[in-house]
C-alpha cells in the first residue's frame, strides 16, 4: 500500500488507522504468515501496537498481539503469567527506552561503582531476555536506549563517566555485544529513530506525563515503522532484488541523446557527484546478496556504453540483467522476475520518471515502486523504507549474485542439449544432504520463510523454532546443498518430520525453483525415506495446504509414489507411502553425501 511506503504521511496514518487496517485486509490473494507477538512494554504501548499491526499486515504478515500491562515488562518476561503462557508468544519484543533505567550514576560516584551498574542493569534486561527465550524459544527483539533529551554535563555528558549519554552508550555496547553472540536475538535501534526524528521533539515531556509514551505520539508510526522492517525479514518478507532505470536515476541526463561522453557522473561536479554516491550505494547492496537489474528505455549499446564509462561506479557486469530495450517497463520487469525465477513481489523498481512509475504499479500491482522524488531522495527513500533489512549475512548471501549468474549460464548449456538427461550429466551434479547443521541454521530458516512455490505446507518457522527441532529426537530433519561444474547452488532445499510409533510424518518440504527438475526432490525423498527405514518407520505421511502459489506441487507426493488418503473442501491434501516393503530410489543424476 502506496501510503504505508516512506515518505508517508504519519499524521494521517494515525487518524486513519482504521479505514487503513479495513482497506489492508480486503485485499485478496494475499498469503499471509500468521504469528504471535508479545508486546512487553516498559511504557504505553497501545498506539505501537496498532501501528505495527498496519506495517506488518502491509508486508503480508497477521499478527496476533499480548500486550504487557503497563511497565510490567520485567515481571512477566522473569515470572511469566497465564495468559501469556497459554498466547505461547512466537517473538517478544521488549519495548524499553531509556526512561526504564533504574540507576543512573552521579557526579559523586567513584567509576568502579559505575561499572558496577551498568553491569546490573545490563543483566537484568539480559534475565528477562534469556528467561522468555527459554520459556517460549521464541525470538527476542529488545530496543537499544535512545540519547535523553538534556545534558547535565554539557558537552562533557557524552565523554565524562558519569554522564547519563556516557552510561547510555556503555549499556548500548553490552546490548550490542549480546547481540552479536546470539543469533536469535536482534536490536530495534530506537536510538537511531530518535535521532533522526529529532531528540528532543522525540522525547516530548507533555506525552509522557499526559500519556505515559516513552516517545512523541506523532512519532509513533516512524518508530513502528522501523520495528516491523526487523519482523518482516525475520519472517521472509525483504525484497530480493533492485531493478533500476538508466537515465537521470543511476546517471544524470539520457545518454541517447547526450552520448555516454556527456551524462552527469563522477567527481566533476555536483550532479555527477551526487549519482555516483548513489551508484556506491547501490552497488553495496549487491554485496549484501540484492540482486541488480536495469529496465530502461534505451539501446542497449548506449546503456552498455554509460555503464563501462571509467568513472561508472557500476559496472555492466554489476548486473544480473540489463534489459535496455523499447518495451515497456512493466513487461520487461516480468520478463525480468521470470527469468530470474523469483516472484514480481521481490522487484524493487526505481525510476525518476512518475508516469513510469505509475505504469508499472497499476500493470504489476504486486511489484514495489517507491516514490523516489529528487536524485537526492532516491538514497533516504530506499534505505528508509527497509526493503532489505538485514538481519544476518550468510555465506549464501555474500555469493548469491554469482550463484543466479551460474543459473543463466546453466540455463544456456540447457538449450544446446537435445536430451534432458543428458544435460543434467552434463553438470555433473553433487548433493550434500545431511541433518540439520548450526552451520546453515540461518539459511534453512531464510528458506521456510521465503519459499512459496516449490513448498508443500507453507510453514513458516523463526530461526529459534528451527534450532528447537534440530535438537528434538523425535524428528527426521534434511538440508540439501546441490553443487555442478558451474558452481555452488548453496543451501537450496529443506524438510523435516516428526515420528509417531512407526509412522514419520513430513511437516515441511520444500525447495527452491532454482534447482527445480534437477533429481533433487528425488534425491531429498530417497534420503528421508532412507532415514525412516533406519528407525522402524513403515508409512510415511505427507500433506499438502494449497496456496495461491504452490500449484506446481500439488501432485508432488503422487508423483514420488503416495497414495492420497483425503482430500477435503480447500484442496487440502493428506498422502501415505507405505515403505514396509522397502523402497526403491529415484535418484539418477545427483552423487549424494561422496
Same mark, same amino acid.
Given at each position: 500500500?502506496?501510503?504505508?511506503?516512506?515518505?508517508?504521511?504519519?499524521?494521517?496514518?494515525?487518524?486513519?488507522?482504521?479505514?487503513?487496517?479495513?482497506?489492508?485486509?480486503?485485499?485478496?490473494?494475499?498469503?499471509?504468515?500468521?504469528?504471535?507477538?508479545?508486546?512487553?512494554?516498559?511504557?504505553?504501548?497501545?498506539?505501537?501496537?496498532?501501528?505495527?499491526?498496519?506495517?506488518?499486515?502491509?508486508?503480508?504478515?497477521?499478527?496476533?498481539?499480548?500486550?504487557?500491562?503497563?511497565?510490567?515488562?520485567? @515481571?512477566?518476561?522473569?515470572?511469566?503469567?497465564?495468559? %501469556?503462557?497459554?498466547?505461547?508468544?512466537?517473538?517478544?519484543?521488549?519495548?524499553?527506552?531509556?526512561?526504564?533505567?533504574?540507576?543512573?550514576?552521579?557526579?559523586?560516584?567513584?567509576?568502579?561503582?559505575?561499572?558496577?551498574?551498568?553491569?546490573? #542493569?545490563?543483566?537484568?534486561?539480559?534475565?528477562?531476555?534469556?528467561?522468555?527465550?527459554?520459556?517460549?524459544?521464541?525470538?527476542?527483539?529488545?530496543?537499544?536506549?535512545?540519547?535523553?533529551?538534556?545534558?547535565?554535563?554539557?558537552?562533557?555528558?557524552?565523554?565524562?563517566?558519569?554522564?547519563?549519554?556516557?552510561?547510555?552508550?556503555?549499556?548500548?555496547?553490552?546490548?550490542?555485544?549480546?547481540?552479536?553472540?546470539?543469533?536469535?536475538?536482534?536490536?530495534?535501534?530506537?536510538?537511531?529513530?530518535?535521532?533522526?526524528?529529532?531528540? $528532543?521533539?522525540?522525547?516530548?515531556?507533555?506525552?509522557?506525563?499526559?500519556?505515559?509514551?516513552?516517545?512523541?505520539?506523532?512519532?509513533?508510526?516512524?518508530?513502528?515503522?522501523?520495528?516491523?522492517?526487523?519482523?518482516?525479514?525475520?519472517?521472509?518478507?525483504?525484497?530480493?532484488?533492485?531493478?533500476?532505470?538508466?537515465?537521470?536515476?543511476?546517471?544524470?541526463?539520457?545518454?541517447?541523446?547526450?552520448?555516454?561522453?556527456?551524462?552527469?557522473?563522477?567527481?566533476?561536479?555536483?550532479?555527477?557527484?551526487?549519482?555516483?554516491?548513489?551508484?556506491?550505494?547501490?552497488?553495496?547492496?549487491?554485496?549484501?546478496?540484492?540482486?541488480?537489474?536495469?529496465?530502461?528505455?534505451? !539501446?542497449?549499446?548506449?546503456?552498455?556504453?554509460?555503464?563501462?564509462?571509467?568513472?561508472?561506479?557500476?559496472?555492466?557486469?554489476?548486473?544480473?540483467?540489463?534489459?535496455?530495450?523499447?518495451?515497456?517497463? !512493466?513487461?520487461?520487469? /516480468?520478463?525480468?522476475?521470470?527469468?530470474?525465477?523469483?516472484?514480481?513481489?521481490?522487484?524493487?523498481?526505481?525510476?525518476?520518471?512518475?508516469?513510469?512509475?505509475?505504469?508499472?504499479?497499476?500493470?504489476?500491482?504486486?511489484?514495489?515502486?517507491?516514490? /523516489?522524488?529528487?536524485?537526492?531522495?532516491?538514497?533516504? &527513500?530506499?534505505?528508509?523504507?527497509?526493503?532489505?533489512?538485514?538481519?544476518?549475512?550468510?555465506?549464501?548471501?555474500?555469493?548469491?549474485?554469482?550463484?543466479?549468474?551460474?543459473?543463466?549460464?546453466?540455463?544456456?548449456?540447457?538449450?544446446?542439449?537435445?536430451?534432458?538427461?543428458?544435460?543434467?550429466?552434463?553438470?555433473?551434479?553433487?548433493?550434500?544432504?545431511?541433518?540439520?547443521?548450526?552451520?546453515?541454521?540461518?539459511?534453512?530458516?531464510?528458506?521456510?520463510?521465503?519459499?512459496?512455490?516449490?513448498? %508443500?505446507?507453507?510453514?513458516?518457522?523463526?530461526?529459534?523454532?528451527?534450532?528447537?527441532?534440530?535438537?528434538?529426537?523425535?524428528?527426521?530433519?534434511?538440508?540439501?546443498?546441490?553443487?555442478?561444474?558451474?558452481?555452488?547452488?548453496?543451501?537450496?532445499?529443506?524438510?523435516?518430520?516428526?515420528?509417531?510409533?512407526?509412522?514419520?510424518?513430513?511437516?515441511?518440504?520444500?525447495?527452491?525453483?532454482? &534447482?527445480? $527438475?534437477?533429481?533433487?526432490?528425488?534425491?531429498?525423498?530417497?534420503?528421508?525415506?532412507?532415514?525412516?527405514?533406519?528407525?522402524?518407520?513403515?508409512? &510415511?505421511?505427507?500433506?499438502?495446504?494449497?496456496?495461491?502459489?504452490?500449484?506446481?506441487?500439488?501432485?508432488?507426493?503422487?508423483?514420488?509414489?503416495?497414495?492420497?488418503?483425503?482430500?477435503?473442501? @480447500?484442496?487440502?491434501? %493428506?498422502? @501415505?507411502?507405505?515403505?514396509?516393503?522397502?523402497? #526403491?530410489?529415484?535418484?539418477?543424476?545427483?552423487?549424494?553425501?561422496?
Amino acid at each position: 500500500m502506496l501510503e504505508l511506503q516512506y515518505p508517508y504521511d504519519a499524521e494521517y496514518i494515525l487518524r486513519k488507522k482504521k479505514s487503513i487496517k479495513k482497506a489492508l485486509l480486503a485485499r485478496e490473494n494475499i498469503n499471509y504468515t500468521t504469528k504471535k507477538i508479545a508486546v512487553l512494554g516498559g511504557s504505553t504501548t497501545s498506539n505501537v501496537v496498532l501501528m505495527l499491526e498496519l506495517f506488518l499486515l502491509d508486508n503480508g504478515i497477521k499478527a496476533e498481539f499480548y500486550e504487557s500491562e503497563y511497565n510490567r515488562f520485567w @515481571e512477566d518476561a522473569v515470572f511469566g503469567n497465564p495468559e %501469556l503462557d497459554e498466547f505461547g508468544p512466537d517473538l517478544v519484543y521488549f519495548h524499553t527506552t531509556s526512561r526504564n533505567i533504574l540507576n543512573f550514576p552521579t557526579v559523586k560516584d567513584p567509576q568502579d561503582k559505575i561499572e558496577d551498574m551498568a553491569r546490573a #542493569e545490563f543483566d537484568r534486561f539480559r534475565q528477562a531476555w534469556e528467561a522468555v527465550q527459554g520459556r517460549y524459544h521464541c525470538t527476542v527483539i529488545q530496543n537499544n536506549m535512545e540519547q535523553p533529551f538534556y545534558r547535565l554535563l554539557g558537552n562533557s555528558d557524552v565523554s565524562d563517566v558519569h554522564g547519563r549519554l556516557n552510561f547510555i552508550h556503555r549499556l548500548n555496547s553490552m546490548f550490542y555485544e549480546y547481540a552479536q553472540a546470539h543469533e536469535t536475538f536482534y536490536i530495534h535501534d530506537a536510538n537511531y529513530q530518535a535521532s533522526v526524528y529529532g531528540v $528532543k521533539r522525540w522525547a516530548d515531556p507533555a506525552d509522557w506525563y499526559r500519556y505515559k509514551y516513552a516517545m512523541a505520539v506523532a512519532a509513533i508510526p516512524d518508530f513502528a515503522f522501523s520495528l516491523s522492517h526487523i519482523i518482516k525479514a525475520i519472517y521472509g518478507k525483504n525484497k530480493k532484488a533492485l531493478t533500476l532505470d538508466l537515465d537521470n536515476t543511476l546517471w544524470g541526463g539520457v545518454v541517447g541523446d547526450d552520448g555516454p561522453e556527456n551524462i552527469k557522473i563522477g567527481q566533476e561536479d555536483a550532479v555527477s557527484e551526487l549519482y555516483s554516491e548513489f551508484q556506491e550505494y547501490v552497488k553495496a547492496h549487491k554485496d549484501l546478496g540484492i540482486l541488480l537489474t536495469v529496465n530502461s528505455k534505451n !539501446d542497449e549499446e548506449n546503456a552498455i556504453a554509460g555503464l563501462s564509462r571509467p568513472d561508472s561506479v557500476l559496472k555492466p557486469e554489476d548486473f544480473l540483467i540489463i534489459k535496455a530495450n523499447w518495451e515497456n517497463k !512493466d513487461r520487461n520487469l /516480468v520478463a525480468t522476475a521470470n527469468e530470474i525465477n523469483i516472484g514480481v513481489d521481490s522487484l524493487v523498481f526505481i525510476d525518476d520518471n512518475p508516469a513510469e512509475r505509475a505504469i508499472v504499479r497499476d500493470s504489476v500491482p504486486s511489484s514495489t515502486v517507491p516514490e /523516489v522524488g529528487l536524485p537526492e531522495t532516491y538514497i533516504d &527513500v530506499i534505505d528508509s523504507n527497509g526493503f532489505f533489512e538485514v538481519t544476518g549475512i550468510s555465506a549464501d548471501d555474500l555469493k548469491r549474485n554469482e550463484m543466479y549468474k551460474a543459473n543463466l549460464e546453466r540455463a544456456a548449456t540447457e538449450s544446446s542439449f537435445a536430451d534432458y538427461g543428458e544435460y543434467l550429466k552434463s553438470l555433473e551434479m553433487v548433493g550434500e544432504i545431511r541433518a540439520f547443521d548450526a552451520v546453515y541454521m540461518a539459511r534453512i530458516a531464510e528458506l521456510t520463510n521465503k519459499s512459496n512455490q516449490f513448498n %508443500l505446507t507453507t510453514r513458516r518457522c523463526s530461526l529459534a523454532e528451527i534450532e528447537q527441532i534440530a535438537q528434538d529426537p523425535q524428528y527426521i530433519t534434511l538440508y540439501g546443498r546441490l553443487l555442478d561444474r558451474f558452481g555452488d547452488n548453496g543451501v537450496v532445499s529443506v524438510a523435516f518430520g516428526h515420528i509417531d510409533g512407526k509412522t514419520a510424518d513430513i511437516d515441511l518440504w520444500l525447495m527452491s525453483c532454482r &534447482v527445480l $527438475k534437477r533429481d533433487m526432490e528425488c534425491a531429498m525423498m530417497d534420503e528421508f525415506v532412507r532415514l525412516c527405514l533406519e528407525r522402524g518407520v513403515t508409512t &510415511v505421511v505427507g500433506h499438502y495446504y494449497p496456496t495461491a502459489k504452490n500449484k506446481m506441487v500439488r501432485d508432488f507426493f503422487a508423483d514420488r509414489g503416495f497414495t492420497l488418503v483425503n482430500e477435503d473442501g @480447500e484442496g487440502n491434501r %493428506l498422502y @501415505e507411502l507405505d515403505i514396509s516393503g522397502g523402497y #526403491e530410489t529415484t535418484n539418477r543424476y545427483i552423487k549424494v553425501n561422496p
